[in-house]
């Protein structure tokens, strides 16, 4: 803003970008190519966004949210045949997860992470998860199939190009329900959260039930992600990333919880069909000027390459990266 409260054009506008679904998605044709402009821009300039008016019903969320309020309350004994350690495994329940010593004690959480398609899977208790999370799943895929359309075009390919590429009717997502809890002692050091990561899909849509904690890298410095109420947030992921040869970033966040609310966050990750070799379009890359800055690796390959990583300390991304 100048002086007077007029919005200055010349400033640097540095806040998270959003962007309207419903422009993307019912707006005039006019209204559609500002939305993948703004798309583009936002992928390139953040690698994240918020995503408003994306019609996906509050009380869908809520239900989902609180169903699985019970699964965490469960007894342990009934959760324990959830509790194993392999990436594909369909249903995964456990505690912390942050393979680095020097998160491993300080950051944490319970979870709950489902394979949700191309099948879906959850646990059948407690009463109503599977079908609200089912549901969930439905309309939040609606939402990242429109998306992925919005990015291809943003890329400057047929909104359909990355459907058909990446075996996208066949895409791998995974649910990921983090409840973070209350962060009484602020003296304490150890709050609940996520250590700093990318995530291995295209894009993720992450919604949290209003209590913050996710933060973005963003110029350096870490941002916290919030401010848009029933927002989706955008990330982008390694895929994208590795797809657009680079012209996207994958995106570092993390979170840390220091409230003294329980923080729940509903995370999707929409990704290709688990055998697609994902590399460098084909279309961005010529042998000659342009080459491929990413080896290319099969999804259900890059899962497991992406664990072994993140246990060394290090960043799949990075270390797929053709070095020259
Ligand atoms: C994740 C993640 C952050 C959050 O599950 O990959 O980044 O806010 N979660 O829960
Ligand atoms: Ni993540």
Redesign the pocket.
Known sequence: MSSNGEPNPFEVQDSIPIIDYSLLTSGSAADHSKAVQDIGKACQDWGCFMLVNHGVPESLIQEVMDASDKFFNMANEEKLQFQTHGVLDPIRNGRGCNAVKQYKDRLWREFLRLIVHPDFNCPGKPQGLSEAASDYVKRARVVATELMKGLSESLGFEASYMNDELNLDEGFHLLAINNYPPHLDLDVDISPG?MP???HGLI?L?YENGVPGLEVMHDGKWVVMGGAPNAFFI?ISDQLEIFSNGKYMSKL?KSVVKDERTRVSL?I?SGSSLDTAVGPSSRLVDGEERLPRYLPMKYSEYLDFQVKNMQAGKLAIQEIQIRT
Do not use: E
């Open positions: 996520v990561h990318t995530d993720t992450l990330i966040h995370v990750t």
